[in-house]
């Protein structure tokens, strides 16, 4: 399956970047205004309903329209994997869509922190797009429509921090 990928360095301590990652404010706030984003339901694994922190089994519930255009599209995200080992500066979690628009998609989210106290945010997203026989003509372009939304977030994650 194709696969998207985008790492860059950010200029703040690993805890502080996995923590912002690790909540609905901060999924909210890397997503670029054109997807219209709007979460509905968060539900933690022991089924508590806007849990503070994602963690794994949490479950994911919002919609997007982007550019305005079409009917809004119906996203559920499931966090299946979540591990921190922030004294070895190293962490990661990775949800998988589990009803939207895509057939396949595991976004894998990982942080390192080097020496200088620096973060290197690296996503990692395993894909397969809509539409049958066409789509999978279309798979090795895909993860160029994904360009500008991962360009967003890792600007978005430096502003925040830098």
């Not at 089994?57 to 599209?73: C, K, N, T, Y």
Request: no cysteine.
């Amino acid at each position: 399956m194709p696969t998207y990928h985008r790492a860059t360095w950010v200029d703040a301590p690993l805890d502080e970047v996995w923590d912002f990652h690790s909540r609905v404010a901060g999924l909210t706030e890397l997503t670029p205004a054109v997807a219209n984003l709007e979460v509905g339901t968060v539900t933690g694994p022991d089924g508590e309903t806007d849990p503070e922190i994602l963690e794994e089994g949490a479950r994911i519930e919002m919609s997007l329209r982007p550019f305005d255009v079409g009917p809004r599209q119906s996203w559920t995200s499931v966090i299946t994997e979540r591990e921190a080992d922030l004294d070895n500066g190293r962490a990661y979690f990775r949800d998988v869509m589990e009803d939207g628009p895509f057939p396949e998609w595991e976004h894998t989210h990982r942080f390192f922190e080097n020496e200088a106290g620096e973060t290197l945010v690296d996503d990692r997203v395993v894909y397969r797009l809509p539409g049958g026989p066409l789509g999978k003509v279309a798979e090795p372009f895909g993860g160029l429509g994904f360009e500008p939304m991962f360009y967003h977030r890792h600007r978005t994650t430096k502003a925040h921090f830098e």
